[in-house]
């Protein structure tokens, strides 16, 4: 049965925080330990814990007295802690609020750490333009210990990776005060040698006295002055070496350094079969485009070749013969015709044939005349039959005065003829135009004429002319 005073959580709680924030003995003490699990707030607070091989304790170190620091704390830091306990009521957890913190133990190396590094950075070494890694690297040094796991790691990465690059051990002693002078002889006889394309270098971890060999001067100039690219690998992810400053490239692990330092077979294959595949393809593009220029520059050369050219030229030769000769035959035809209607418009403008023309008229003239002289002639005589028979008239006397009319007539006729004019040794002066000439005023000197006679026609050149 319980008990009617029992604690309640709180009381037992705060209880126990008095006694523990009472009692001198955990007021002001010093503790040593590892931390762990660090956390720096934004406010500025810090919150780690503090372990040993045994146990651990949460502890918190406020912004008022973290900024008094002259080392930024991490996991793995070996400390000397000031502090108090406290006890945090609503979880009912205790922990060490720390006022003051320093590194354990290397405190003095950590200082020289922090001198030598501020030193190489006013001197410019860690600005020093880094080195490339060879892409293809035939040869690997390693310098580290023989005995430790690093050169396994190394080589089963670089085994499962690129089986053909070679690895050369350089061993150093990595680890002790004459672990300085070990590595830096060995980076340099890598050099001598110069039978390595890239050196890694580098150790498992520990503290910062086991990793202080490379915050040596003596390694860090000979990485500095390594003509060969050096990939570092010193440590954990965490600890930070000024070898790491000054080297070409800093890899976490020295399995991550090996990764670094040569290419993965799987990616090259892949690699390579993507460029065999774009060369296939690139290449039977360029095939086909050469065929098909081909193709082109075949026909263009038989199209510009000089056989077809003449034949194309001869072809349009006939063509334009065709036209030509259809062109000349329809002209000369044409003309033809032009000529046939000007000979017969110039036959019916002819002198000559209007002569013809008027002698045929004359002639039936002639004829019709004597027809109506006869029957006028018949007449008469009927009518002075009809009247010599009622009148007695001699009709013989008027019938010969008749013909003596008729006869001279028939003279006067005569004598108006033209060609009757013209037997008698006259002619007809016409222009080109067929218009008769009465003038000598009309006549040019060095013009056609046309002069008309009885029995033909003269087409003569003025060469002179005189007048009256």
């Known amino acids: 049965m319980l008990q009617q005073n029992a604690y309640t959580v709180s009381q037992l709680t705060y209880t126990i925080k008095n006694l523990l924030e009472s009692q001198k003995s955990f007021q002001g003490f010093v503790l040593k330990g ?36 002259d080392f930024n704390p991490k996991d793995g830091d070996k400390v000397t802690v000031t502090g108090s306990i406290s006890l945090y009521a609503p979880q009912g957890s205790y922990s060490i609020q720390v006022n003051k913190m320093q590194i354990d133990g290397a405190g003095e190396l950590y200082l020289k750490y922090l001198e030598l590094k501020k030193k190489l950075a006013n001197l410019g070494w860690f600005d020093k333009p880094k080195k490339s890694l060879p892409v293809y690297p035939k040869t690997i040094g390693v310098v580290t210990s023989p005995t430790g796991a690093v050169i396994e790691d190394i080589t089963n990465t670089v085994n499962r990776r690129y089986r053909l690059a070679n690895i050369v051990l350089y061993p150093a002693l990595v680890q002790g005060p004459n672990s300085a002078k070990s590595i830096s002889e060995q980076i340099e006889k890598a050099n001598y040698d110069n039978i390595a394309d890239v050196l890694i270098v580098g150790r498992g971890g520990g503290s910062i006295e086991d990793l202080w060999g490379f915050n040596e001067l003596l390694t860090i100039s000979a990485i500095y002055n390594s003509k060969i690219p050096v990939i570092t690998a010193i440590g954990h992810e965490t600890d930070d070496t000024i070898s790491d400053l000054v080297s070409d490239l800093r ?72 036209l030509l000769n259809n ?25 000559l044939n209007k002569l013809k023309q008027n002698m045929i008229n004359l002639d039936n003239l002639k004829v019709n005349l004597t027809r109506n002289y006869n029957y006028q002639l018949e007449q008469v005589k009927n009518k002075l039959i009809i009247s010599n028979n009622n009148l007695g008239v001699n009709y013989e006397n008027i019938v010969r005065i008749k013909i003596q009319q008729f006869t001279q007539v028939t003279e006067v006729l005569k004598r108006l003829d033209p060609l009757t004019i013209m037997q008698r040794g006259f002619s007809i002066v016409k222009d080109n135009d067929d218009k008769i000439l009465t003038s000598i005023s009309s006549v040019n000197i060095n013009s056609n004429i046309k002069v008309d006679f009885h029995d033909g026609q003269v087409i003569a050149n003025v060469i002179s002319k005189r007048e009256k």
Request: proline letters at 4%.
């Open 251 to 322: 890899a976490p692990t020295p399995t991550a350094a090996a990764e670094l330092a040569t290419p993965d077979t799987n990616d090259l294959i892949s690699k390579i079969n993507e460029l065999k595949n774009n060369s296939s393809y690139r290449f039977n593009n360029l095939i086909h485009k050469h065929q098909n220029t081909l193709m082109h520059l075949t026909e263009r050369l038989e199209i510009s070749s000089p056989k077809n050219k003449l034949l194309n030229h001869r072809r349009e030769l006939n063509n334009l013969d065709v």
């Open 327 to 351: 062109f000349y035959n329809g002209k000369i035809i044409s003309k033809k015709n032009e000529l046939n209607n000007l000979t017969t418009h110039l036959k019916g403008l002819s002198p």
């Open 34 to 69: 590892e931390i762990s699990n660090f956390v720096r707030h934004r406010t500025g607070h810090l919150y780690f814990a503090l372990k040993d091989e045994n146990a651990q304790i949460r502890a918190i170190m406020f912004s008022s007295s973290a900024q008094s620091l």
